[in-house]
């Protein structure tokens, strides 16, 4: 059967752990802490990765496994109960509180989920207590989102109310923009998780229809589906088209009148276009190769090839869930290779075989590609920014041709006809 080509490969990897995610569902979610059971290396992690952000009184930390608890001479969940205790006596505003597990608890067998469940009993109606692994030996990156959400899908009370569940961490600008038009299309009643009080959660069940806001959400869909909602497979909503259809699936769902629809989202794909037609220019023929990162790549490389005309070298994934992406494979360009897991020598000797106009990594690799004469993207800035939705559509494209764009303007510094005279950009 034609369609894109599904590979897989293992081997070193380069790419986040599951505890990065904390870096912006801790802002989601103002009153809960993110308590990471860990090293000192995943406590370096989450500094480095939050940038400036530590010193905003931030709502996340790590209780460190000290040399003590390791050799069994202390117990851990003592030790673990004691630094909750105090950690929550500072912060009495805490209403949630994620026990995260890492590679060295879970190494360990630290069952996190039994202290999540002593602490839940001590602490009754003062804080609620979950569990969940950013381990880099379990998750990659995006899916720390996953694992956070799944904790929560156990404690959403049950409903039977006819609505739509947003899933996934949006942009507050943007999830607001996508409810507002939701609504204008005939949807009345709309809920998000994560919700913006960690305590404000959704109700679930035979009445909730789930559209997926992001690519990663694998467990929390499943554990959805568990709860009675319907789940749709749709595309992503990252660029005009993709947001359109996303939207379509779930105007689908509530039987909504085309006519409708049509008349709410047909002057945005107009405006849409006029924004990508500048990025286009810049994009239309280039060459891209996409590493594994966020699970984001198959609808990102949707969106280059069908609406900014890139052409696709390699998609790469780090896990590739086919029945949620059925729509995105099958608006991929024939034999395009996917390449779902890492083995990143190799995966760079293909990509300076082959010689693309970009290439989207993350920060690891991305100086190193440039040094060698490989125009970049970092990925993670596609996790950081508001790109979900049609009206995004120019703003996402931007992120793509504004690397190639600076280096045609520093060309002449990179290449100068006389070496001895100053170049000004
Ligand atoms: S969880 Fe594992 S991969 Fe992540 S920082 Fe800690 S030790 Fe490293």
């Not at 109700?203 to 559209?211: D, S, W």
């Not at 190769?289 to 696709?312: D, I, N, T, V």
Request: aromatic fraction near 4%; include cysteine.
């Amino acid at each position: 059967m034609a369609g894109p080509t599904l590979l897989k490969e293992s081997g070193p990897r380069e790419v986040f752990c599951g505890l990065t995610s904390i870096v912006w569902l801790h802002r989601r979610m103002p009153d809960a802490f993110f308590l990471v059971v860990g090293s000192r290396t995943c406590a370096h992690l989450i500094q480095s990765a939050a940038g400036v952000m530590i010193f905003a009184e931030p709502r996340f930390g790590t209780a460190i496994l000290s040399e003590r608890d390791l050799a069994g001479l202390a117990d851990a969940h003592d030790e673990l109960d004691r630094v909750c205790k105090e950690l929550l006596q500072r912060r009495p505003e805490i209403r949630t509180l994620f026990l995260v597990g890492s590679c060295p608890s879970e190494v360990i067998k630290l069952d996190l989920a039994r202290a999540a469940e002593r602490l839940n009993e001590e602490l009754y109606g003062q804080v609620r207590v979950v569990n969940y692994s950013g381990s880099g030996i379990e998750t990659t990156f995006t899916q720390g989102e996953d694992g956070a959400l799944a904790a929560l899908v156990p404690l959403l009370p049950a409903s039977d109310e006819r609505q739509l569940l947003l899933a996934g961490t949006l942009a507050d600008a943007v999830e607001d923009r996508q409810m507002h038009l939701f609504k204008r299309m005939g949807i009345e009643t709309i809920h998000s998780l994560p919700p913006r009080q960690s305590t404000d959660l959704p109700g679930v069940g035979a009445g909730t229809t789930v559209l997926l806001t992001q690519p990663f959400l694998t467990e929390t869909a499943r554990l959805l589906s568990d709860r009675g909602a319907t789940v749709l497979t749709a595309p992503f909503p990252l660029g005009a088209e993709g947001s359109r259809r996303w939207m379509e699936a779930a105007a689908d769902d509530f039987h909504l009148p085309n006519e409708r629809v049509a008349a709410v989202l047909d002057p945005l794909m107009k405006r849409a276009e006029s924004a990508l037609a500048r990025h286009r220019a810049v994009l239309e023929g280039k060459r891209i190769f996409l590493l594994p990162e966020s699970q984001l790549e198959l609808p990102l490389a949707r969106f280059l090839q069908r609406e900014c005309g890139m052409e696709l070298v390699e998609v790469g994934t780090p896990y590739l869930n086919r029945e949620q992406m059925a729509a995105e494979l099958a608006l991929l360009p024939d034999d395009v290779p996917v390449m779902e897991g890492q083995h990143v020598e190799q995966q760079l000797d293909r990509v300076r075989a082959s010689q693309p106009d970009l290439v989207v990594c993350g920060m690891g690799l991305a100086n190193p590609l440039e040094a060698e004469g490989i125009a970049t993207k970092w990925s993670i800035e596609l996790v950081f920014s508001p790109i979900h939705g049609i009206d995004q559509a120019g703003d996402l494209a931007e992120l793509f041709s504004r690397p190639l764009h600076r280096r045609q303007l520093i060309r002449p510094g990179l290449h100068p006809s006389n070496p001895d005279t100053p170049v000004h950009a």
